[in-house]
């Protein structure tokens, strides 16, 4: 079983994981020490970044325990966008991303979902989609007294687009989340000064961030690749 996972991932890959991995724990063991639950919620993120990367629908089942672990640990801190879009959104959206991803495999590999294309159409409908989403939970965060509302308000802006275009199975999923990344790490900075052991946190969405990036990188390189594969077969076939 080892060898398969080590086998369906390249070096790089691994290698970014254990030192995400590590990071994580070690600035959990040096801030931390109290709250298994962020450590364990960081863990479950950054397998399923890793996954999803690969374009592998097991990633999403990983997201979804994380929205619901991230969400409670948002509660905590009263920072109730988080929880509200991880839990309310974020988990929801995973599901039924998991379900597009299965439902498009490339080429028979469930191991593999296809890349989507996205036409501009679509674009401004999710624009107008996410502006709606973005005005109505703002007032949402703001009734429910949410801590630090403008960045909360962001968030789920970026997690929204982020979750549409997981769902669509397009490449810029990752970017978008790279965005709410850069968002999150800002929000726990403010909680981190009331509270050192959130430090973790921090360093856990900035190993977030570099995955993110890799994650758009390679899907970058899997969409031309099933391009570049497709064009071969249909010359073939004429």
Request: hydrophobic letters at 55%; charged letters at 15%.
């Amino acid at each position: 079983m080892l060898k398969k996972v080590l086998n369906y991932f390249t070096k790089g890959e691994i290698a970014l994981w254990l030192c995400s991995v590590t990071a994580i724990t070690g600035s959990f063991l040096i801030f931390d020490r109290t709250g298994w639950l962020k450590l364990a919620a960081s863990l479950i993120g950054i397998t399923a970044l890793i996954f999803n990367a690969k374009g592998n629908p097991a990633g999403q089942i990983l997201i979804i325990v994380f929205s619901v672990l991230y969400g409670i640990i948002s509660y905590s801190f009263a920072y109730y966008g988080e929880m509200i879009t991880y839990m309310g959104m974020s988990a929801p959206m995973a599901v039924l991303a998991f379900i597009s991803w299965v439902r498009n495999p490339y080429n028979g590999n469930r191991s593999e979902v296809k890349v989507n294309r996205i036409k501009r159409g679509e674009i401004v409908f999710m624009l107008i989609l996410t502006a709606l989403v973005t005005v109505a939970f703002y007032f949402i965060l703001d009734r429910f007294g949410t801590a630090n509302l403008v960045p909360s308000t962001i968030s789920v802006t970026t997690s929204f687009i982020a979750v549409y275009f997981t769902f669509r199975r397009s490449e810029f999923y990752a970017l978008a989340y790279a965005a709410n990344d850069l968002i999150l790490i800002v929000l726990w900075v403010m909680a981190a000064i009331s509270d050192i052991s959130y430090l973790s946190v921090i360093i856990c969405f900035a190993m977030f961030l570099i995955n993110d990036l890799y994650g758009f990188i390679s899907w970058r390189k899997m969409g031309k690749r099933q391009a570049d594969n497709d064009a071969e077969k249909a010359l073939i076939h004429k």
